[in-house]
């Protein structure tokens, strides 16, 4: 069966430093990748998604970005974070058209 | 672009009864709609999905109606419990490679005993 990872769970970090959340996806191949981040009490918004390796499209212009070195593995970057950064980011996987979108368990980013 | 809007933002229900959840999508190509189920710091968890080309799908107590000409879908929870207590995520997307999910704001769904 599939498995998706991410790392890590929680993360504070203070205001201008960078950002680096990794996602993995076990038991598939080709899998298109989703990030989205959620707000605090807040519904999900996309930021990127890939339907292959080096294929990234970004949803929402901001001072994130994404990349997808291998297959299965997915990384949300950021150079400099803001305090508008801080939230639940979450990654999703699906396979072809049409199919069922699953979620990682989120990683919780406080920027102070 | 695609624009969900969830309704209520709120909803309390005694135990047994009934719950409806109602969203509009603006984009008349969308056809995929899923709802998921979150609870407190948890993940999304899908809990059930209509495509297009139907207009009822049930699972359970679970059921989802959708009206293409109005564009709304509706989640049905019956014979509640309190294990449904949660938030509720509706959202829609085309059918196109990547699904480009669209969510609604959500809605916190409080069982009471």
């Known amino acids: 069966s599939q498995t998706i990872h991410q790392w890590p769970a929680t993360l504070v970090q203070p205001v201008g430093s960078p950002l680096s959340l990794e996602c993995t996806v076990e038991?598939?191949?080709?899998?298109?990748l989703y990030w989205y981040r959620q707000a605090a009490g807040r519904g999900l918004q996309l930021l990127f998604y890939s339907v292959g390796i080096g294929q990234i499209s970004s949803e929402v212009p901001q001072n994130l970005s994404a990349s997808r070195p291998q297959d299965r593995q997915f990384i949300l970057s950021s150079k400099k974070l803001l305090l508008s950064d801080s939230g639940f980011y979450l990654c999703?996987?699906?396979?072809?058209?049409?199919?069922?979108?699953?979620f990682g368990p989120g990683t919780r980013l406080l920027v102070l | 672009g695609e624009n969900v809007e969830q309704h209520p933002s709120t909803l309390s229900v005694q135990e047994g009864d009934s719950a409806v959840i109602k969203c509009t999508y603006s984009?008349?190509?969308?056809?995929?709609f899923p709802w998921y189920k979150q609870e407190l710091g948890k993940r999304p968890q899908l809990i059930i999905d209509?495509?297009?080309?139907?207009g009822e799908k049930k699972d359970q107590r679970i059921a989802v109606t959708l009206n293409k000409t109005a564009k709304h879908f509706s989640l049905h929870i019956t014979e509640t419990q309190p294990e449904d207590s949660a938030v509720y995520f509706c959202?829609?997307?085309?059918?196109?490679?990547?699904?480009?999910?669209?969510f609604g704001q959500g809605t916190r769904l409080t069982i009471n005993p």
């Open positions: 984009d008349s190509a969308s056809n995929y």
């Open positions: 038991g598939t191949s080709n899998p298109n």
């Open positions: 209509i495509r297009s080309n139907v």
């Open positions: 999703a996987w699906s396979l072809g058209n049409g199919e069922t979108q699953y």
């Open positions: 959202a829609a997307s085309r059918i196109q490679g990547a699904q480009k999910l669209v």
